[in-house]
Every structure is written in structure tokens, then in C-alpha cells.
């Protein structure tokens, strides 16, 4: 806030207000006095603080290991807030940046040094030893490298230590986006622990939680960082850096939080759900911790909306009312988050491992799907959380952007629409519907969902072309900051796609990963464990969209070559997947036989397998087809485009072109002709040695992309590289 609005105050004798420091101590303190205080209330009512029927780990345990829970969600919290905050809503360089990734970094530091109490308190818990107790160091060592919960909180902890070295040394925004992206991750292996650790629902749980995670972290620590930065915005920026605008990046973050909120929201609701197991169940003590958890929810939102009505547009003439407001929103979403922690501590109405379920779904993590039929593999569903919300957002947020350009006055091919609509709605099928209730039941319908989600989903996205789209929707950002636009320029442009965007990596990746993944520890993996089986999908998606892109795709990032080529590389790697579906077809050798066997002893696992190969080889030559003739009406269109250039460029300048053409090759005929046909044809090019204006209309060069899309489009500017102050 500019000097001029304190003097006023002054002058209108209301009293000087805090200093920022002690304004923000006291609301950190609050808010963590709020948290351990809900926490304990609502653990003491659960039964979370009593001795479990497993036996009684001690009040240490008891009483430390939620209270250091609570302390590394609030230290997680602020450290994916500050990252994030300095990566999507900061302008850099500025004062208000640095803040926020220096208290990310301190904040990793506490993260990590309370995920370590954690985990051994965790490990107390469960052995029922004490640190010092005979054969505990064997004992922990065991629970932190070979149980999933105790790999998962180790994996935690080096990686928020991780994140504490790295942010202390970041000076730049590729930097801070790294440490988001590190922190968030940090984050995933907590969704394994809890009650999401249980087999019941297991996929739902751990999905859900993840999501609650990160909604909640961002949401929180977003709020939580901006009030610590908000004493340095809104005055002249020193030398060398960027000044920070209050109110621009106060409805940046209100933005975030919206779609965090619902995020919070969704998620809490559907792990809350399997959790419960009925309505009937809320009156459950943990049913009550979750209706006292809706409660707060709404209230935040009341907060927010508050803030949207009130407080921000409010903003350019006083910050009192938001700063307020903020702190207690600030100390109610700690206490939430302390119920969360006493949510996880508390025994459930739907016990973690259903006893009823059978080894097949407890393997599963979900109910066995009916015997497949061709029917019932269109009709099945299997919800994934992630993939929903992912395919969903992709669909929704494409149609707004064509809406967007058409309010604008601006065409956007319905081709590419129809494409990017049906890319979606087969996503969907392929992560939530048949294919995936089937996907791991057995080898060939694993491989009828794999070739689809490699082979038949990308080239459908890919023709959507949605950076294109992005960046001609998108609003640029003018203070230094990176919003969506800046980072997919920035990704776009960065060494990293232009290495994977390479036509022979992209081949390889799509095609080697084949080999690499069935033939290695990592197709039992993905088959076994949850975050396995989504980083799989992650990785044929994306080979598959990489590929795709470089044949037939026109937005920036793949490096495209010339028509030619990119048919003899297609056909290259498809001789490549048929030669994989042989081998499958020939082999006899079983892949994850004991997995297959667990979930349908009766079936004869080889010719299932050798059925896959019939897929794999089978399946690929439909979409093969399609992208051959994608490049080839790639190739003819950029023929057209060519020949229209060159007209117009021969109508412009009467054909100097052409003219300085015949020009070099007379020369060149010159220079080859014998010495004595050399003297007698000085200065006059022969027809044969020439070209008319109908010789050019033959293709010249291939490269151009197959969408009018070149540089001179209206976004022009669009392509260019965000400033280079990375
Ligand atoms: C609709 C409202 C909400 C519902 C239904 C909900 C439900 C849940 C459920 C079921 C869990 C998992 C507990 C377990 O392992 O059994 C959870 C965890 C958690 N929730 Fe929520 N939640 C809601 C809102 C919030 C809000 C507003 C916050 C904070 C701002 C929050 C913070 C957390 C945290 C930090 C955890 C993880 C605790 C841990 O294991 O460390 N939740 N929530």
C-alpha cells in the first residue's frame, strides 16, 4: 500500500496498526494453537486417544503422532503454498517473491523434521516398541523399507528435506516452479497412509485423499504465504525488481482458492463416503468429526465469498478488512485441518480391510467386475478420481476457451473441436469405463486398454490442437509474473520437449516403452500397486500424444520433419508394435502369472496372453491407418498452401522467384555444359535447362505445419518465448 494511505490514517487518529511480523506471528500462532486444540477435542470424543484392541503404543504415541501429524500438514501446507504462491501469482523478481520462497524453504525444513518424528512415532505405533527397545532399529528399518505405509513416510521425509536444500538456493522461477512441483509430490505418498492404506476402496481412498491433499495444501498455504508477503506489495519497487499489485495477485489467489475449494470439497466428500459407508453412518463419532469438517468447509466458503464481495474490491483503498478476514480464515482452515488429522486417527464405520472381501479384491482394491462379455466391457465403469477430474477439466476448459474465441469474434475449426470432444470422451472410457474396470483382471483386456489409451486416444487430442487454442484464449501477463500461459510458452519452449518432441525419441519412447514395460519388474508393479498402475497411464498417454504430435500435430514443441519422413518413421515403429504383438502371439513364456492367477485361477493365463498379442498387433493397424492418412492429407495440404504462397509471392513480384531459380539453374547448366556447347549458348538459359511457372506447382518443401497455423497467424506473438529471467 503507497505511503500517501498510512498518513491519512494517521491523521484520522485511528491507532497506528501492528507491525506486519507481529500480525503474522499471532496468526500463526493462533492457527496452530487451533489445530492441536480441535485435534485433541475431537480425538478425545472419537476414542482416537484410546488404547487400540491391538494394544496400547503408549501416550507418546498416542498423544505425539497426531500432534506431529498436525504440525507437518500446517509445515506441508505453507511450503506447497509459498512454492506455489511464487510460481503462478508473484511477479519475479520482486521482494514479495523472495519472501514467499524463502518461508516455502523454512517451511520444508520444519516439514521435514516433523515427517521424521512422524514416521518414527508411526513406526512405535505399529511395532509397539519404543526407540532403545531391543531389535527396534531392525524393526524400524524393515517397517521404513518394506512396508507400504513406513516406505510411504520415508519416501515423504527425504523428500521434504530435499525440498528445504533446493528452496534455500532458489533465485528463479523455473526454480520455484520445481519446488512446487517437488513439495507436491512430496505430498502423494501420504495419500497411502491413513485409513486409504486399507484395502477397501483402496484405489477411491488413496485417489481422494491425494486430491484432498494438494486442494487443501495449495489452498491453505496459498492464503497463508500471501498474508506473510502482503507487508511488501503495493510500494515502488527497489531497483531491478517487479512491483507486486495487491489486487492482482489477491484475485489470482482467490482464483486458485476457488478451484481448490472445490477440490477440497469433492474429494473430502468421496473419502468421507468410503469411509462411511452409509448416511446412517454419520452419527458414528467419525461421522460427526466429518459433518463438523462440511460445517467449517461452508464457512470457509462463506469466507471466501466474502472476500469476493467485500473485502477484495476493497482492496485498492484499504487492506485492513482483507488482512482480518484472511487471519481468520486462516485460523478456522487449521482447525479443519486438525480434524482431518483426528479424521485419520479415528476408527472408521467401515472397517479399513473389508474381512468379507475375497484375495482377488482385496488384490483389486475393489470389487471383482462380472465374468467380460463385449457388453459388459462397453457398460462397466470403474470411477478413477484422478482421470475423471483430468478429462473433465480438459473438456471443460477447452469449450470455454472455443466459447471465448467466438464471443471474440475469432473462427476456431469445428474439426478440431469434434476432435478434441471425442479425445475426451475416449479418455474417459479408457480410465473409467469398461477398459479400466477390465484393465487389470486379465493380459488381454490390460492390452485392449493400453493400445487404446496409446494408439487411438492421443491422435484424437492431438488434433485438437490445445496449445494453439491456449495461447490464442489465454491473457498475457504484463508484470513479471507466470500465469498458465507463461508456463505452457515456457514448457513448450523448454530443452526438455524439445529432446522428448524429437521425432526418432518420440519413435522410441513410443514404441521401446513397449519392451521395457512387459518385459521388466514394471508391468507387475503397475498391475499391484495404485500409484503404479496411474503412472503407467501417465506414460502411454503421453508417449502415445508425443507421437502422435510429431506426425500429425500443429502445435509448437515437436520437432516436425518433412512429410516423408514422418511416414517411413510411422511405419517404422508400427512394423516395431506388430513385431511386439508376434512376439506376445508366439511367446509362451507368462507375464505376471501369479497376479492373473490370483483373480481367475480357472482361466488359461497363455492363450489370454497370446490373445493380447492378437490386440496388440491387431489394434495398432486401425490407428496406424488413420495417422497415415493424417499425414498424407497433412502432406497435400501443405502442398496447397505452398503453391498458394508461391503464386502469391509470384503475383506480387512478377515471379522474381522463379526468375532468380532459372537463373541458378541456367548457371548450373553453364558450369556442366562441354567447353564448346559453353561459348556457343553464353547468356541464353535452353528450356530444358529451365523451369515454367506449371514446373513449380510439383511439391518443394514439406515441413510447414498442416494447419494454417504459422507464425503469421493474428497470435503471432503467441509463439515467442516468455522473458528469459527464468
Ligand atoms: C466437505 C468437507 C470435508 C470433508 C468431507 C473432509 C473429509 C476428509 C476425510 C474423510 C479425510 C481422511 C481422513 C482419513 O484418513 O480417514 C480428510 C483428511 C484431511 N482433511 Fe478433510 N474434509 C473436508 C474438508 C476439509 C477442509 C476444509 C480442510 C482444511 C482446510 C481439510 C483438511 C484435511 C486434512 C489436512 C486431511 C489429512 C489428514 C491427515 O491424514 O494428515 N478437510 N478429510
Redesign the pocket.
Known amino acids: 500500500m503507497s505511503a500517501p494511505l498510512r498518513g491519512t490514517r494517521e491523521r484520522s487518529g485511528t491507532p497506528a496498526p501492528t507491525s506486519p511480523v507481529t500480525t503474522g506471528a499471532a496468526t500463526a500462532a493462533a492457527s496452530l494453537c487451533a489445530a492441536l486444540a480441535v485435534l485433541l477435542l475431537a480425538l478425545a470424543s472419537s476414542g482416537g486417544l484410546d488404547p487400540s484392541a491391538l494394544g496400547d503404543p503408549g501416550e507418546l504415541v498416542r498423544y505425539g503422532l497426531p500432534i506431529a ?1 498436525t504440525v ?2 500446517l509445515a506441508a501446507a505453507l511450503t506447497v503454498g509459498g512454492f506455489v504462491l511464487a510460481t503462478t501469482v508473484l511477479p519475479h523478481p520482486s521482494a514479495a517473491w523472495t519472501r514467499a520462497v524463502r518461508v516455502a524453504a523454512v517451511a520444508a525444513g520444519g516439514w521435514a523434521v516433523s515427517a521424521l518424528l512422524v514416521l518414527v512415532l508411526t513406526a512405535m505405533d505399529v511395532i509397539g516398541a519404543a526407540p532403545g527397545a531391543a531389535g527396534f532399529g531392525a524393526q524400524f528399518a524393515q517397517f521404513a523399507q518394506s512396508i507400504d505405509l513406513g516406505r510411504a513416510l520415508l519416501v515423504t521425509t527425504v523428500l521434504a528435506a530435499v525440498v528445504a536444500t533446493v528452496g534455500a538456493a532458489v533465485t528463479s522461477a523455473n526454480g520455484a516452479a520445481a519446488g512446487a512441483v517437488l513439495s507436491i509430490v512430496a505430498l502423494l505418498p ?1 495419500s497411502l ?4 492404506s486399507g484395502s477397501a476402496s483402496h484405489e477411491t481412498a488413496v485417489s481422494s ?1 491425494a486430491m ?2 494438494i486442494g ?1 495444501t495449495v ?2 498455504g496459498g492464503l497463508a504465504a500471501l498474508l506473510l508477503v502482503l507487508p511488501l506489495t503495493g510500494r515502488p519497487a527497489a531497483a531491478g525488481e517487479r512491483r507486486v499489485d495487491l489486487v492482482a495477485i489477491t484475485s489470482r489467489y482467490s482464483r486458485i482458492a476457488l478451484w481448490a475449494f472445490a477440490a ?2 469433492l474429494s ?2 468421496i ?2 463416503a468410503v ?1 462411511l459407508g452409509s448416511v446412517s453412518a454419520l452419527t458414528s463419532s467419525y461421522g460427526v468429526l ?1 459433518v463438523l ?2 460445517v ?2 461452508v464457512a ?1 466458503g462463506g469466507l471466501g465469498a466474502w472476500h469476493r464481495r467485500r473485502t477484495l474490491p476493497a482492496l485498492a483503498t484499504s487492506r485492513r478488512a482483507f488482512g482480518r478476514i484472511a487471519a481468520a480464515e486462516l485460523v478456522l ?1 487449521s482447525a ?2 486438525g ?3 483426528a ?2 486417527r479415528s476408527p ?1 464405520p467401515v472397517p479399513d480391510d473389508d474381512p468379507a472381501s475375497s484375495r482377488a479384491e482385496d488384490l483389486l482394491g475393489e470389487p471383482l467386475p462380472p465374468p467380460v462379455t463385449v457388453g459388459r466391457w462397453f457398460t462397466e465403469v470403474s470411477p478413477d478420481l484422478l482421470w475423471i477430474c483430468i478429462a473433465g477439466l480438459a473438456l471443460v476448459g477447452y469449450l470455454l476457451g472455443v466459447a471465448r474465441l467466438r464471443r471474440r469474434g475469432d473462427a476456431w475449426p469445428v474439426g478440431r473441436t469434434i476432435w478434441w470432444v471425442l479425445g475426451c470422451l475416449a479418455l474417459f472410457f479408457v480410465t473409467s469405463g469398461g477398459a479400466a474396470a477390465y484393465g487389470r483382471t486379465s493380459f488381454s483386456t490390460h492390452m485392449l486398454q493400453h493400445m487404446l489409451l496409446a494408439m487411438v486416444v492421443p491422435p484424437m487430442l492431438v488434433l485438437g490442437a490445445p496449445v494453439t487454442l491456449a495461447m490464442r484464449t489465454l491473457k498475457p501477463r504484463r508484470d513479471g509474473s507466470r500465469g498458465a500461459r507463461e508456463w505452457m510458452l515456457t514448457v513448450v519452449h523448454s530443452r526438455y520437449l524439445a529432446v522428448l518432441g524429437h521425432p526418432v525419441v518420440a519413435a522410441v519412447l513410443f514404441g521401446g516403452s513397449l519392451i521395457v514395460f512387459y518385459y521388466s519388474p514394471l508391468f507387475e508393479l503397475a498391475l499391484r500397486t495404485h500409484v503404479g498402475h496411474e503412472l503407467m497411464m501417465v506414460h502411454f498417454l503421453g508417449t502415445g500424444f508425443l507421437f502422435a504430435s510429431v506426425l500429425i500435430g500443429v502445435d509448437p514443441g515437436a520437432h516436425r520433419p518433412a512429410y516423408p519422413m514422418r511416414l517411413i518413421l510411422l511405419l517404422a515403429t508400427m512394423a516395431f508394435h506388430a513385431f511386439f504383438g508376434v512376439a506376445l502371439m508366439q511367446g509362451t513364456s507368462l507375464l505376471a502369472p501369479d497376479w492373473f492367477a490370483t483373480l481367475d485361477p480357472t482361466a488359461n493365463l497363455l492363450a489370454d496372453q497370446q490373445r493380447g498379442g492378437d490386440f496388440a498387433w491387431g489394434m495398432g493397424e486401425v490407428p496406424t491407418l488413420v495417422l497415415v492418412l493424417g499425414v498424407a492429407i497433412g502432406w497435400s495440404r501443405s502442398d496447397t498452401r505452398e503453391n498458394r504462397r508461391a503464386d502469391r509471392a509470384a503475383e506480387r513480384d512478377g515471379g522474381r522467384e522463379l526468375e532468380a531459380y532459372n537463373a541458378m539453374l541456367s548457371q548450373l547448366a553453364q558450369r556442366d555444359a562441354p567447353p564448346g556447347a559453353r561459348r556457343a549458348s553464353a547468356g541464353t538459359p535452353s528450356p530444358a535447362d529451365t523451369l515454367s511457372p506449371a514446373d513449380t506447382r510439383a511439391p518443394t518443401d514439406s515441413r510447414a505445419p498442416t494447419d494454417s497455423l504459422a507464425p503469421t497467424d493474428s497470435v503471432g506473438e503467441a509463439w515467442t518465448r516468455p522473458p528469459a529471467d527464468g
Open positions: 501429524r507437518h500438514d501420504l497412509s491413513g485409513h486409504a485423499l484432498h491433499l487443501v489452498w491453505v477440497v470439497a473430502g466428500v473419502n468421507a469411509r466429518v469438517k462440511v467449517a468447509l470457509l482452515m479443519a485441518m480434524l482431518g488429522v479424521l485419520s472408521t
